[in-house]
């Protein structure tokens, strides 16, 4: 029987129960967010133009000058020389843009970044101008069955957990004209054990959706998971946007980091190239050149329209270049740092990641608490209803490998501040 606490879960989520034909409640979501929308926006706590920026501290529309915890290039490369230089590489014979779609021309700059992206994740690499167009490509041909098997498709059953991605989530009405789609809750190993022998049973393949970090803090069980899909042969279609370049020794992310080898035929992994490379783009790595091949055919978004910018492509192979000299390494160290300062001054140490959430309870509050925090002189994310569930609001914090000390303390005493004044949940950051 479905317990009282699910059925809240799936109200504030605005997700229907399995199988029903209706995914969505748009009218529901906006009716219930609208209010604190409007305030968060007035408060210059979303919506935001900066005026100005300077490393880590940002000019506000007010003309305030804060520290920011939002941007997500977590190395800090968005702001590298070497980053910035080959984003100026464009020259005459390329130009700004060649507007075809892919499925006719690329360019051979994009064919290299995707060569060397092969090399560096041990799979075969699609680059998209964003993980969401990404998403959009490949998840239809996964529901579909072809990428399991292109000659005999079997039927699938996509398997989410409840916290991941948006941009995996919206898809679910379009899935489900080709799969079952279900709902697991977060990073349970017992309910996907379930749903994958109820899978089998039926003779459909499973396949679970995950974040390998969680853009909403916490990281998937990579080694577990590995481990369960090879026990029961099912597949891992993993969105590791907020882990590459974080983690491994080749920046591979929190879940090819746990394998030796090349790609297993079993996992498919998304990434961002606009977050740890802070440079622009998307992409995915699959086992096998048929896949890359299928995709490349098949694939809404790469077979009708346009690539990464010329100058996106140029500098995410100046951040593969940086893999290489070391530079990456040095910097995962530092951030390392930053983030264990950080749970230290806030008491709480946790499995690494560059995001911590601190827990406040009632929208409003955390609004203010948001307000509160820039007139301390630092800018962090408030998150309510619909991007977590009500009356669960937070602040989201993204730590940075070139935040000083003097960052960490001034904005964990602002955050230590806050919490006492309106925190009506335990002061929690999930990690």
Not at 223 to 233: C, H, T
Not at 339 to 351: I, K, N, S
Request: aromatic content about 8%; some cysteine; overall charge negative.
């Amino acid at each position: 029987m479905t317990s009282p606490e699910l059925i809240r879960d799936r109200q504030d989520r605005a997700v229907q129960p399995p199988g029903s034909a209706k995914l969505r409640n748009t009218p529901f979501v906006v009716k219930e967010a609208a209010a604190n929308y409007e305030r968060a926006i007035k408060a210059n706590l979303m919506q935001v133009t900066v005026q100005g920026r300077n490393g880590k501290h940002v000019l506000l529309p007010d003309n305030s000058d804060v520290v920011e915890f939002v941007n997500c290039s977590y190395l800090g490369l968005d702001l590298h020389p070497k980053v910035i230089e080959a984003s100026k590489s464009v020259d005459e014979q390329w130009g700004m843009n060649f507007c075809c779609a892919r499925s006719r021309f690329s360019i051979e700059p994009q064919r290299l970044l995707e060569e060397e992206l092969s090399e560096l994740y041990r799979g075969r690499v699609i680059t998209f101008p964003s993980t969401t167009t990404a998403h959009i490509s490949l998840m239809p041909l996964l529901a579909s069955g072809v990428l399991i098997d292109q000659y005999e498709p079997r039927k699938t059953c996509l398997i989410f957990d409840q916290f991941a991605h948006s941009s995996m989530q919206y898809l679910k009405p379009v899935l489900a004209v080709e799969a079952r789609v279900e709902t697991i809750s977060h990073n349970s190993l017992e309910a996907l054990r379930e749903q994958v022998l109820q899978a089998k049973a039926r003779d459909e393949v499973a396949v679970y959706i995950a974040d390998g970090i969680y853009s909403m803090g916490g990281l998937c069980p990579a080694r577990e998971l590995l481990d369960l899909a090879e026990e029961l042969d099912f597949f891992l279609y993993i969105d590791d946007a907020h882990g590459m370049t974080v983690f491994g020794e080749r920046g591979e992310g929190i879940l090819l980091s746990e394998i030796a080898g090349d790609v297993p035929d079993r996992v498919i992994l998304t990434f961002s190239l606009s977050k740890g490379f802070g440079a622009y783009g998307g992409g995915l790595v699959v086992a096998g050149e048929w896949r890359e091949r299928l995709i490349r055919s098949y694939g809404q978004v790469y077979s009708f329209s346009a690539a990464q910018t010329f100058q996106a492509v140029h500098a995410c192979r100046a951040v593969v270049d940086l893999h290489k000299d070391g530079t990456i390494a040095r910097l995962q160290q530092t951030l390392r740092e930053r983030v264990t300062l950080f749970d230290e001054l806030m008491g709480e140490p946790l499995p690494f990641s560059p995001i911590r959430m601190v827990m406040i309870g009632d929208e409003q509050d955390a609004i203010s608490a948001g307000e509160e925090m820039l007139r301390q002189g630092y800018y962090v994310s408030v998150v309510f209803f619909p991007i977590v569930r009500r009356r669960s609001a937070q602040l989201r914090v993204c730590i940075a490998a070139n935040h000083t000390e003097a960052d960490i303390r001034g904005l964990a005493a602002a955050l230590k501040h806050v919490q006492a004044k309106y925190a009506k949940a335990p002061a929690i950051s999930r990690g």
